[in-house]
């Protein structure tokens, strides 16, 4: 039997309370094809998978799996219909190893019922391989950087082997390598006979490997287009209703005295290794210094040990001349350091409060936000409605719980809390982690606005075109150190994927 159709989306409504999330909206996917899922944040992407993933049930619509109507009321009634989807949010046990999580739920067991853990490693570990995603078995997911709990997900959804993926931008924390490799596994996944969606602000990944998009925009279906009739800039515009620029245009950088400094540092990870090894580097008021490094070279234990969420092994970090090695989140919070994390779940919002309380997070404390300890409600949500305005957070409200934000809503939720706290030493891990291209595009304005206020800044990401974008000065770190420091308008990506693999340039003076 030939099916049309192995997913059908009719007529989905989701709302919750009032608020409409998924407004009619209809999608259908044919066998063997990837089709994209593209939308600004908040338009009810992941919403709308959620209801095939057996998370989420609509309020009204019709679902049909292989051309029969279905009701996915759990998610093991989504696997059972052979549905597996890879979570924009991951959905890890923190206190897990990477292979308990993997198995979690589909558990081999030897005679008698007992839980196989060595042949489920082994397997695990082949499926690493095969599919070039990099991971150890036997690491607990809290230590582990975002990049390898997102190859985690991937593993997990692979393992399952799932005839109809779901993927809910995967590529938003991967490294420019690991994403290549992953539209490869998703081209040979079709050609096995499955069938997938994937959800993507990137359009070039869109290009690469999509048969046709449906876009949707503030929960409601636009249009479905193949891929080769339609071009980036159409693509932009259908989705956000305007033309978008990629290219984010400022002036030269006046750095003046510096602001944050570090010498000799060295930082363990969690398993006692040095992770940062002798490492010095320093950072001016009214410069962007962009960190360019492979996942795992100690970008993450840098960036903890600079905002004191991980403890300094050697060396010291001062900031305005101040040395904070080993003070607390708080002190260095209120030296005006402001944190944008490359984890907003782990470090940088607590999901069951509001998304008025999370905006007040790191001010809370103080006046206007408290007096003698009682918190002026009135104050803290009416400056989160100014500041959801300004950054264009969308969602039903400040009263929702932050993790009730989209996944893109949440990260401009961030953002804006610590632009306005005007810090003048900003760090800042993958900010635009899972932005639209109209937010991508006010964000790196925002954060290029405080550079040209005289604020120091620190970017970390895996994205090459971002670090080049954004950076007045490129540190390449490898292996714990930097590598190099290089002026973006005098390299180009081939010299810093040179510099990020643990090369050396032979071109004299490039080095800035
Ligand atoms: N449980 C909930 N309660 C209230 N509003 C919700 C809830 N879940 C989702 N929403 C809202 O529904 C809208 C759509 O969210 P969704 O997560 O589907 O967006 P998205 O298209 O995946 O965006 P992004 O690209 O940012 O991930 C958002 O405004 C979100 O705040
Ligand atoms: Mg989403």
Do not use: C, W
């Amino acid at each position: 039997m030939t099916k049309e159709h192995v997913i059908e989306m009719r007529n989905i409504t989701k709302k919750f309370g009032e608020f409409v999330a998924n407004d009619q909206i209809n999608l259908d996917v044919r066998p063997g094809e990837i089709h994209a899922l593209l939308g600004e944040n908040g338009a009810g992407k992941s919403t709308l998978m959620n209801m095939l993933a057996g998370l989420l049930e609509p309020t009204s619509g019709e679902i049909l799996v292989n051309g029969e109507v279905v009701s996915i009321d759990s998610p093991s009634k989504a696997r059972k219909l052979g549905i597996g989807m890879v979570h924009q949010h991951f959905m890890l046990v923190e206190a897990f190893t990477v292979a308990e999580n993997i198995i979690l739920g589909s558990e081999v067991t030897k005679a008698g019922g007992v839980l196989d853990l060595k042949k489920a490693t082994k397997d695990i570990k082949e499926l690493s391989e095969k599919y070039g995603l990099a991971i150890d078995p036997t690491a607990k997911i809290s230590d582990i950087s975002v990049g390898a709990q997102q190859r985690v997900e991937i593993l997990k959804t692979l393992y399952r082997g799932a005839d109809i993926l779901i993927f809910d931008e995967p590529t938003a924390v991967l490294t420019p390598s690991e994403i290549e490799e992953l539209l490869n596994i998703m081209k040979s996944l079709v050609k096995e006979g499955k069938s997938i969606i994937l959800i993507t602000h990137k359009l070039d990944e869109i290009r690469a490997v999509s048969d046709r998009v449906t876009v949707i925009r503030r929960g409601k279906s636009i249009e479905t287009v193949t891929i080769e009739g339609s071009t980036n800039e159409d693509l932009a515009e259908m989705m956000v209703g305007r033309s978008v620029s990629f290219k984010t245009e400022k002036i030269a950088s006046n750095p003046k005295k510096v602001v944050l400094s570090i010498k000799d540092l060295v930082v363990n990870e969690n398993r006692g290794v040095p992770a940062v090894k002798n490492l010095s580097l320093d950072v001016r008021a009214g410069e962007i210094v962009g960190i360019a490094g492979i996942d795992g070279n100690g970008q993450t234990e840098l960036i903890e040990a600079i905002t004191g969420l991980r403890k300094v092994k050697s060396g010291d970090i001062t900031i305005k001349g101040q040395s904070i090695t080993n003070m607390s989140t708080r002190q260095i919070t209120e030296l005006s350091v402001g944190h944008i994390p490359e984890d907003r779940h782990r470090d940088g919002m607590i999901l069951e409060m509001t998304v008025a309380e999370n905006i007040a997070l790191q001010t809370y404390y103080k006046q206007p936000n408290s007096k003698n300890g009682i918190l002026n409600y009135s104050y803290i949500n009416e400056k989160a409605r100014q500041l959801m305005e300004e950054f264009d957070v969308r969602g039903a409200g400040e009263l929702i719980a932050g993790g009730d934000l989209s996944g893109g809503n949440q990260q401009k939720a961030v953002i804006a809390r610590e632009i306005d706290r005007d810090p003048e030493l900003l760090i800042v891990s993958q900010p635009t982690r899972g932005l639209d291209v109209g937010a991508i595009e006010y964000i790196r304005k925002r954060i290029i606005g405080e550079r040209d206020k005289g604020k120091a800044v620190v970017v970390v990401s895996f994205e090459l075109d971002e670090i080049l974008d954004m950076s007045d000065r490129i540190a390449v770190i490898y292996d714990g150190s930097i590598q190099g420091i290089l002026d973006p308008a005098q390299t180009n990506k081939q010299e810093l994927g040179m510099l990020m693999a643990g090369g050396q340039l032979n071109k004299e003076g490039a080095n800035v």
